[in-house]
């Protein structure tokens, strides 16, 4: 399902990036996603969430999970609001506010009198947006959780809170997930449920960008992935299992990339494949870049490099304040040396960092290169040993 995501972005995209192996000018300010990779899967309102990122400084890809099939095309739809209007409803349960305000608007250009249909029936929100979309169109909303899950209602409706469930008939309104744990406990208890898929979500008709970045999250060449909806994160987890690489984007979320959901619902998918997920406190967008911001640079903490403080980011150093963008081969010695500070690490650990290959001379290339971008004296050389940075106790 999707969940609600209401806050706005106030401004334009960041500047452009410098080129790789220079830094920013200090007095530049320096933007806390700066020198992060970050994708968003989202399918309603991805510019906008893009948006959010790109102001922070993130380096934003998109790749669209799923896609939504219009409203006015959705057979299904139809034939599941006359089977609604086939005999009197008891019970309504709305579980979005689009969902449950397309689902009445499709009826009316479709000339179904759904509206006046469930005018007799009791109707359910999940949450404040239902609640408000019931409210609209003129109907009572007889009850709303204050947890905003469907686990909630379900409980609420088995309690006997709306009367015995026996022979009632319950109209419920999907939105991409099919809820198979609250239509299974409704019809467990007796009742008859009339399932309304209100608008089913189908993988993109273009899947490429979404292959690509399951590779990508496979490969830890991303930071962060964004999830506003849980059919977009069943998708993104089926889609990496058509690749081959399914084992790979779970050993990534674990270890390297920052999988953020925008809810307990979005999350579901994750959390049952064994990601943990991070979320905000309010189902926002808005908050949702806001974990982004808090989460990704405290990952990564500032050491006490010499005389100098830096930060390895993504794809890129921040040296005393100011952002080095680096070439894949001298970021891929330095994040290895980052990930052990102090540690000696041997020529043939970070030749097994480069994603070319080669031998112990494209180590000290790469090394090379890593010193003259940054200017500073933090790598060290351990003659016949390998390299370390050089951080303080």
Do not use: N
């Amino acid at each position: 399902m999707t969940d609600p995501a209401l806050d706005r972005p106030a401004g334009g995209p960041a500047g452009a990036a410098p080129a790789a192996g220079t830094a920013a000018p200090p007095a530049e300010e320096l933007l806390p996603l700066r020198g992060y990779t970050v994708a968003v899967t989202a399918a309603r309102r991805s510019e906008e969430l893009g948006a959010l990122l790109d102001r922070r400084g993130a380096r934003v890809v998109y790749a669209p999970a799923i896609r939504i099939v219009p409203l006015p095309d959705d057979a299904d739809l139809v034939a599941a609001t006359r089977e609604v209007l086939a005999a009197p409803v008891d019970l309504v349960v709305a579980t979005t506010g689009v969902g449950f305000r397309g689902w009445l608007e499709a009826a009316e250009a479709w000339d179904l009198p759904l509206r006046e249909h469930l005018q007799s029936a009791r109707v359910l929100a999940r949450g404040p947006k239902a609640r408000g979309a019931i409210r609209g169109a003129g109907l009572v909303d007889a009850w709303s959780p204050d947890s905003e899950s469907s686990a909630e209602v379900l409980e609420h409706l088995l309690s006997g809170a709306e009367g015995p469930l026996p022979g009632r008939r319950i109209a419920v309104q999907l939105h991409g997930d099919p809820l198979p744990e609250l239509v299974a406990g409704l019809v467990r208890a007796g009742a008859e449920v009339v399932r309304v898929p209100v608008y089913r979500w189908v993988l993109p008709e273009d899947t490429a960008p979404l292959r690509r970045l399951v590779v990508t999250i496979a490969g830890r060449g991303v930071d962060a992935v964004t999830f506003t909806s849980a059919p977009a994160a069943a998708s993104l987890l089926q889609v990496a299992a058509e690749e081959g690489v399914r084992a790979g984007v779970l050993t990534a979320f674990a270890e390297a990339v920052l999988p953020l959901a925008v809810g307990p619902v979005t999350a579901a998918p994750l959390e049952a494949a064994g990601i943990r997920t991070v979320q905000p406190e309010r189902a926002r967008l808005g908050a949702l870049a806001r974990s982004v911001v808090a989460e990704l640079p405290a990952r990564h903490p500032v050491l006490a490099a010499g005389a100098h403080t830096l930060q390895v980011r993504g794809h890129a150093a921040v040296l005393d304040g100011r952002l080095v963008e680096l070439p894949p081969g001298p970021m891929a010695v330095l994040r290895a040396l980052a990930r052990r500070p102090g540690v000696v690490v041997s020529r043939p650990d970070l030749l097994a960092e480069l994603s070319g290959g080669g031998d112990a001379h494209a180590v000290e290339m790469a090394v090379t290169r890593l010193r003259a971008a940054l200017g500073a004296p933090v790598v060290e050389t351990v003659v016949k040993r390998g390299y370390r940075l050089a951080v303080r106790a």
